[in-house]
């Protein structure tokens, strides 16, 4: 662990040298690039991270100014890799330089990789209306290079952010979305039923009977295979208590689908949301059992 240390400084080192020397022969980026990635390597391996994101850092410059621009963006990565582990804020400028890079290249598939990737750094940060721009745009981009199941993978996630950030509309049209792309695919439709639950649950949230109604209508002709399914069974009764604001037979409701399929955290935070609104007309608790 010392040896690689003191090696990968060594190798810095010589390698700023090389940037301040001038010499007719040879290209000294060129040299010390070479310098830098060994430097950078055995930083990884001594595990000296801010070191290793740091002299990647210097590596990638060199690359620009060798006219080789791929190399340069996916030394960002490389960067931004080293710096997952000890500065997530650096991670995330890292890729955002590789994100610009790669789009200039038109590598749009490694575009909306990073981006995910950033969403993904920004979610375990807890930073959801940024992770929500990054997924979105992950979405767009997998979408136009027709991964359709990384784009729809994108999509659940702005749904979910949204939703839980009181944007309703916006939850409901990309549950839906996913819903109807997943329709044509034998690996992804069984999903549907449960992203027309979830929209569903969106839309009681919006506190309007009218547009749950319509919606479960919909949900109906889209997927003929969702009448009668458990989903669709808990939607009306969710519905139906709504609309006469009767709290009991909400949480009567809830309490039954819970015993057949497990709410999870989404789910749950979606039907205290609407439980509200049922309580709010009847004067009742926030409990859903």
């Not at 940037?19 to 390597?41: C, D, Y």
């Not at 001594?46 to 620009?64: D, I, Q």
């Not at 590598?107 to 750094?121: C, F, P, Q, T, Y």
Request: glycine content about 4%.
């Amino acid at each position: 662990m010392g040896d690689n240390a003191a090696r990968a400084s060594e190798q810095a080192k010589a390698a700023e040298k090389k940037l301040t020397s001038w010499s007719i022969f040879g290209n000294k980026h060129e040299e010390a690039s070479e310098l830098f990635e060994k430097a950078a390597n055995n930083y990884k391996l001594a595990k000296l991270w801010n070191e290793a994101g740091g002299t990647y850092m210097r590596l990638a410059e060199c690359h620009v100014k060798l006219d080789s621009n791929h190399d340069a963006a996916s030394t960002y990565v490389d960067a931004a890799n080293s710096y997952k582990k000890t500065n997530l804020a650096k991670s995330v400028q890292c890729l955002e330089m590789a994100i610009e890079a790669f789009t200039e290249l038109g590598r749009l598939s490694l575009v909306a990789k990073h981006h995910k990737d950033i969403g993904e750094i920004l979610e375990g940060e807890n930073n959801i209306e940024k992770a929500m721009f990054h997924y979105e745009q992950a979405a767009e981009l997998y979408e136009g290079e027709e991964q359709t199941s990384t784009s729809n993978t994108c999509k659940l996630k702005v749904a979910q952010f949204a939703a839980k950030m009181e944007l309703y509309v916006k939850a409901v049209e990309l549950f839906e979305a996913v819903a109807m792309a997943s329709l044509d695919n034998n690996l992804l439709k069984y999903s549907v039923k449960t992203h027309l639950l979830h929209a569903g649950l969106c839309q009681l949230c919006r506190n309007d009977p009218v547009a749950v109604n319509n919606a479960l209508e919909r949900y109906q002709e889209m997927d003929p295979t969702f009448t009668g399914t458990r989903e669709c069974k808990f939607l009306e009764e969710l519905a139906l208590a709504t609309e006469e604001g009767d709290v009991q037979q909400f949480t009567n409701a809830v309490a039954e689908f819970d015993s057949l399929s497990r709410l999870d955290s989404f789910k749950t935070t979606m039907l205290l949301a609407a439980k509200k609104i049922v309580a709010s007309r009847e004067g009742g608790g926030e409990d859903l059992t």
